[in-house]
């Protein structure tokens, strides 16, 4: 979900089904709403001189954008080889299986439901398709199953719904934590100080080519959001409900069911930590 306007100033522009780095190009799912932005963000990624292909979050059951999606590695002269799950959110994970079955290909996920074959998906595990570099950044929070994909070659990041290409992401309590979230986001701050990752390549919404800014502006987000719950919990707010219509007056009532797990997670944060 998105509960602040728009990053400032880092989109790369609207959404579009294409190339966004050397090596990954964008199938967009035709499921638009307030919850998945523009639609999800399917990753078709490859070496440009291999003819397999990676498909990051093929989407949802779909059957015309899963065809889309083999239809786009075909016309790249690719062939998909494998399938990875960010996270299991229907959206992006739902046509999985019938994408497994067009491709032949195996599906990875943390999630051991989520898979299909004989591998998973862990901290620290390197994927090499085709050439293709792939490092796994595991980053909780968001669900406790999400992961991100390291590309080095392009400098870039796969962030799922950790972080997405306009506004912010929810917390799903009770299987995403505040907690995580934010070593998460440092973990992916990190990336961009460290390793030199400059371009996001979300899961909803544009690609961002200032990644230190868009965590710098998530982990700011984060942290101005838990002071509003903190004063509108000081101030009497006690459900969640009176906390989401105090601290979330300025989202889309559309949103505010999903803003409620992430008052949950917040209240859970500070109670936990001994601010409430
Ligand atoms: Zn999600």
Known sequence: MTDAAALPGQPRGAVVSGPATDRARCVLAPNPS??????????????????????????????????????????AGKRVALTLLTHGHPDHAEGAARFAELTGTAVRALDPALRLGDEGLGAGDVITTGGLELRVVPTPGHTADSLSFHLPADAAVLTGDTVLGRGTTMVAHPDGRLGEYLDSLRRLRSLTVDDGVTTVLPGHGPVLDDAQGAMEFYLAHRAHRLAQVETAVENGHRTASEVVAAVYADVDRSLWPAAELSVWAQLEYLGEHGLI
């Open 34 to 75: 307030a919850m998945t932005l523009d639609g999800t963000n399917t990753w078709l990624l490859a070496e440009p001189d291999s003819p397999l292909a990676v498909v990051i979050d093929p989407g949802p059951l779909d059957e015309g954008h899963l065809r889309a999606v083999v239809d786009a590695a075909e016309q």
